[in-house]
């Protein structure tokens, strides 16, 4: 039984696409056993397909579509309640989610704070991370690498925090944001998420600023989510989104030169490495996958999507 009330939480469910997940996740929500005061908050993000008027849930509109860390600030600002609880629309949770995650993340407060996240397969996903270094990037995007992605070392070489398995509580450099507790007036403190980044590398850069002001972040493995994940955009857009937010993520963490020179190094390496798979009979265009990687690294849009992926 637990001890102390939990306290009062506002979820915020980003929703772009199809509304399919983002409703059956707000029943969900509606649904869950013992949850104390909560309060739903849906933010539409001009998506083409609407998220329909709901009872008990405050649907946010966005007249321009700013990208997840933009909608996550508009529905912020319409929070009542101490702890914001941001939720990706395509998680599935089980009926005890949100009194689970509550009390696990309570002795740590204030804190940003994650659980294990899982594919629909069952896999776990790496959730606790090490704070992205030129290394880490480089090492990604070579991807005759991707082989031995089912190592350990690997893991750790791509910066993913290995102790963040098998049910384990860790503090951490940070956490994925597809769902991620975190205090109201700290997010408010730091500004929220910084809206210039559209998709991916907002929530470290959030976890950094946090960071100096004191607020760690902390891996509750013991409470754990589905996530399908990219429902809402083609793979394409997302590397390339991936790739952008990481350059800009660089321009005010790390270096930017340094980065840019790096990958594409590695990028020739990679040409190398594809020159001699084609003459062992190997189907692949070492060319045209150079000539992609280069256009993500000027922020261009790849005109083929078919290209071998960085190892993630």
Known sequence: ?????????????????????????VESLKGQKDPGIMQLVVVDDCSPAPFPDTDGVTVVRRTVNGGFGSAVNSGAAAAEHPLLLILNSDLEIGPTFISD???????WQPAVASPQVLGHNGAPQWVGRHFPTVRHQVT??????????????????????????????????????????????EFRAVGGFDEGFFMNSEEVD???????????????????????????????????????????????????????????????????????????????????????????LRGRQPKRPNVDEALL
């Open 140 to 185: 990604e995007w070579l991807t005759p690498l991707a082989r031995w992605r089912h190592l350990r070392l690997l893991h750790d070489m791509v910066g993913h925090d290995t102790r963040c398995r098998d049910g384990a509580v860790v503090p951490v450099n940070w956490v994925m944001g597809a769902a991620m507790l975190v205090p109201t007036s």
């Open 206 to 296: 959030l976890q950094r600023r946090l960071r100096e002001r004191g607020v760690p972040s902390v891996f509750l493995g013991t409470v754990s989510v589905t996530h399908e994940g990219g429902g809402s955009s083609d793979s394409t857009r997302r590397r390339q989104w991936l790739v952008d937010s990481r350059k800009l993520y660089a321009e005010k963490w790390g270096s930017p030169r340094t980065l840019q020179a790096s990958l594409a190094a590695a990028t020739m390496v990679n040409l190398a490495v594809n020159m001699m798979r084609r003459l062992a009979g190997t189907p692949v265009k070492p060319l045209e996958v150079a000539r992609t990687e280069l256009e993500l």
């Open 101 to 107: 995650l509550l009390s696990a993340a309570a002795p």
């Open 1 to 25: 039984m637990r001890e102390e009330p939990l306290s009062p939480v506002t979820v915020i469910v980003p929703h772009y696409g199809d509304p399919g997940p983002a409703v059956a996740l």
